[in-house]
T-cell receptor, first 111, second 115 residues
Framework: TQLLEQSPQFLSIQEGENLTVYCNSS?????LQWYRQEPGEGPVLLVT?????EVKKLKRLTFQFGDARKDSSLHITAAQPGDTGLYLC???????????FGTGTSLTVIP | ETGVTQTPRHLVMGMTNKKSLKCEQH?????MYWYKQSAKKPLELMFV???????ENNSVPSRFSPECPNSSHLFLHLHTLQPEDSALYLC??????????????FGEGSRLTVL
């Protein structure tokens, strides 16, 4: 069974549009991270959220951690072609060193 | 060099070959990881080393053998692999413990093809 489910799996949008990616689980996490991975590269950390209900903004990206610390969302405003990539969420369990990755969302922003 | 460095970036090997993947981190972290990334599948955790001791082995086949000689270096020795082992192998590091932020820093990966 997959611990973290992401939706949608694939997303293709026009430049300037808004989008939201979801990361859902039935398990509680001590923290949750979002990563972006470009082809042929390793994932790069975008943000870490720790507190239930926490909202973090990174330029046009808004990240939210669910109140129960079981889910998260990533919202991108006015998407740009440079936002294209694979977005991964990863949850850390309390036991430490246990990072569980989501299924990934492949985003393509068309100029 | 900064961050996490993996070599080689690309590797093609036959099923009877023996090869090794190397990872080096320059971040002063005390935990290192090997992940496997296959097409259309989530990242799979293979091995975790914390303070140079292996703390996690997610039932990985014995044809994969990790080695962590110190906190900055991690190897993955490969022997008698199968074509289905072809994947991107990612190394990562983090700072474990109370001072840690629970964040993984990845290398660029080693693309392995088994013929």
């Amino acid at each position: 069974t997959q611990l973290l489910e992401q939706s949608p799996q694939f997303l293709s949008i026009q430049e300037g549009e808004n989008l939201t990616v979801y990361c859902n689980s039935s398990s509680v996490f001590s923290s949750l991270q979002w990563y972006r991975q470009e082809p042929g590269e390793g994932p790069v950390l975008l943000v870490t959220v720790v507190t239930g209900g926490e909202v973090k903004k990174l330029k046009r990206l808004t990240f939210q951690f669910g109140d129960a610390r079981k889910d998260s969302s990533l919202h991108i405003t006015a998407a740009q072609p440079g936002d294209t990539g694979l977005y991964l969420c990863a949850g850390e369990r309390n036991t430490g060193n246990q990072f569980y990755f989501g299924t990934g969302t492949s985003l393509t922003v068309i100029p | 060099e900064t961050g996490v460095t993996q070599t080689p970036r690309h590797l093609v090997m036959g099923m009877t070959n023996k090869k090794s993947l190397k990872c080096e981190q320059h971040l002063g972290h005390n935990a290192m990881y090997w992940y496997k990334q296959s097409a259309k599948k989530p990242l799979e955790l293979m091995f975790v080393y914390s303070l140079e001791e292996r703390v996690e082995n997610n039932s990985v086949p014995s044809r994969f053998s990790p080695e962590c000689p110190n906190s900055s270096h991690l190897f993955l020795h490969l022997h008698t692999l199968q074509p289905e082992d072809s994947a991107l192998y990612l190394c990562a590091s983090s700072q474990d413990g109370s001072r840690g932020t629970g964040e993984l820093f990845f290398g660029e990966g080693s693309r392995l093809t088994v013929l």
